[in-house]
């Protein structure tokens, strides 16, 4: 955990089984309240946590190994991606429902991974190996597809993470291609993000978030940093 300036601050878990222990942990969300949701991979479950790291409790996820976790803002429904599907469960680990399959048409999955709930209650799922975003209402109905296989600009070649800021913007990570692509709130593409003229390249981008004053943070996989990048 980290100031906003970058200053570290504290770090909580360690190697095993326990309670606030992880096994592979990959995906991770905060609510409204503050509180910290991951993604325990390897240990097959989520684990709950208050704002100083301290454990809350857990739920299982059966036979799949979760990949990101994002609850709504009220914490009562967390949307976990997972075993080419979307699995919502409430707060208390109840599945209240769940859709995708393998494949490549609307509503299937090719390992999807960072999922994201906006702030209109759309999930927004990056369907990894299917080069797109899918976008769902809150209970699973197919609203649109944001990108498309390929090295054009508006089109993806390995997407790994997706963020929403304040004006509706859509930036999405491309591993490979070591960019971030904006879209509008209308879904088509707008720029590959830079300055003066230049595009900004990433080492490797994943996962990106947007803070309340529409800095954009990116974790530079294989350049082990996070980098921070004004959008005004």
Same mark, same amino acid.
């Given at each position: 955990v980290f100031?906003?300036?970058?200053?570290?601050?504290?770090?909580?878990?360690?190697?095993?089984?326990?309670?606030?222990?992880?096994?592979?942990?990959?995906?991770?969300?905060?609510?409204?309240?503050?509180?910290?949701?991951?993604?325990?991979?390897?240990?097959?479950?989520?684990?709950?946590?208050?704002?100083?790291?301290?454990?809350?409790? $857990?739920?299982?996820?059966?036979?799949?190994?979760?990949?990101?976790?994002?609850?709504?803002?009220?914490?009562?429904?967390?949307?976990?991606?997972?075993?080419?599907?979307?699995?919502?469960?409430?707060?208390?680990?109840?599945?209240?429902?769940?859709?995708?399959?393998?494949?490549?048409?609307?509503?299937?999955?090719?390992?999807?991974?960072?999922?994201?709930?906006?702030?209109?209650?759309?999930?927004?799922?990056?369907?990894?190996?299917?080069?797109?975003?899918?976008?769902?209402?809150?209970?699973?109905?197919?609203?649109?597809?944001?990108?498309?296989?390929?090295?054009?600009?508006?089109?993806?070649?390995?997407?790994?993470?997706?963020?929403?800021?304040?004006?509706?913007?859509?930036?999405?990570?491309?591993?490979?291609?070591?960019?971030?692509?904006?879209?509008?709130?209308?879904?088509?593409?707008?720029?590959?993000?830079?300055?003066?003229?230049?595009?900004?390249?990433?080492?490797?981008?994943?996962g990106v978030?947007?803070?309340?004053?529409?800095?954009?943070?990116?974790?530079?996989? $294989?350049?082990?940093?996070?980098?921070?990048?004004?959008?005004?």
């Open positions: 100031s906003g300036a970058g200053k570290f601050l504290f770090a909580f878990g360690g190697k095993g089984e326990g309670n606030g222990e992880f096994a592979d942990p990959v995906g991770i969300g905060t609510d409204a309240q503050g509180r910290v949701y991951v993604a325990d991979s390897g240990n097959r479950r989520i684990q709950i946590f208050d704002a100083n790291g301290r454990f809350g409790g $857990l739920f299982r996820t059966g036979n799949v190994r979760p990949i990101d976790v994002a609850p709504t803002p009220d914490g009562q429904t967390l949307y976990v991606t997972g075993g080419h599907r979307v699995t919502a469960y409430s707060a208390s680990g109840q599945v209240l429902r769940q859709w995708g399959s393998e494949g490549e048409a609307e509503g299937e999955f090719r390992y999807p991974a960072s999922v994201l709930v906006a702030p209109d209650g759309k999930v927004y799922v990056v369907d990894a190996l299917n080069s797109r975003v899918q976008i769902f209402e809150p209970q699973g109905r197919f609203v649109f597809q944001v990108g498309s296989w390929g090295v054009l600009p508006g089109q993806f070649f390995r997407p790994k993470g997706v963020a929403i800021d304040r004006n509706g913007r859509i930036h999405v990570t491309d591993s490979y291609m070591d960019v971030v692509e904006t879209f509008g709130s209308d879904y088509r593409f707008q720029r590959v993000l830079g300055a003066r003229g230049k595009i900004l390249r990433f080492t490797a981008p994943g978030a947007v803070d309340a004053s529409d800095r954009l943070f990116v974790a530079e996989m $294989l350049a082990n940093k996070v980098s921070v990048h004004s959008l005004r």
